[in-house]
């Protein structure tokens, strides 16, 4: 899903993914609510990350500062990606923390 963040927005990662995915998720038995979660979560990621990190090139029009190169701003984003990797990591490692919120 991260991968696919680089190339579309997240409205259209969870049109396209969801329908392809949903069939597998439910036999498996695994909770849609952190499904769900785990699919946001990689797509921001995408969002964050190159080629074609959507959020990067907004970052960069709004800044409208031309001593900020696009360069610097997905330098400046990477450790926000590094880090919701890890959260997707520990979100897909400990499915309960997604679910805490049923509790």
Same mark, same amino acid.
């Given at each position: +899903?991260?991968?696919?963040?680089?190339?579309?927005?997240?409205?259209? @990662? !969870?049109? $396209? +993914?969801? =329908?392809?995915?949903? =069939?597998?998720?439910?036999? +498996?038995?695994?909770?849609?609510?952190?499904?769900? !979660?785990?699919?946001?979560?990689?797509?921001? *990621?995408?969002?964050?990350? =190159? =080629?074609?990190?959507?959020?990067?090139? $907004? !970052?960069?029009?709004?800044? #409208? #500062?031309?001593? *900020?190169?696009?360069?610097?701003?997905?330098?400046?984003?990477?450790?926000?990606?590094? *880090?919701?990797?890890? $959260?997707?990591?520990?979100? !897909?490692?400990?499915?309960?923390?997604?679910?805490? @919120?049923? #509790?």
């Amino acid at each position: +899903m991260s991968f696919l963040g680089t190339l579309l927005d997240t409205a259209s @990662i !969870i049109l $396209v +993914m969801v =329908p392809l995915f949903l =069939p597998l998720v439910e036999p +498996m038995g695994l909770p849609l609510i952190w499904f769900g !979660i785990v699919t946001v979560v990689g797509a921001e *990621i995408g969002l964050l990350t =190159p =080629p074609f990190g959507i959020s990067c090139f $907004v !970052i960069k029009a709004t800044l #409208n #500062n031309d001593r *900020i190169s696009l360069k610097d701003v997905f330098l400046d984003a990477f450790p926000f990606a590094f *880090i919701m990797l890890v $959260v997707l990591v520990i979100l !897909i490692r400990f499915p309960s923390l997604s679910l805490a @919120i049923l #509790n």
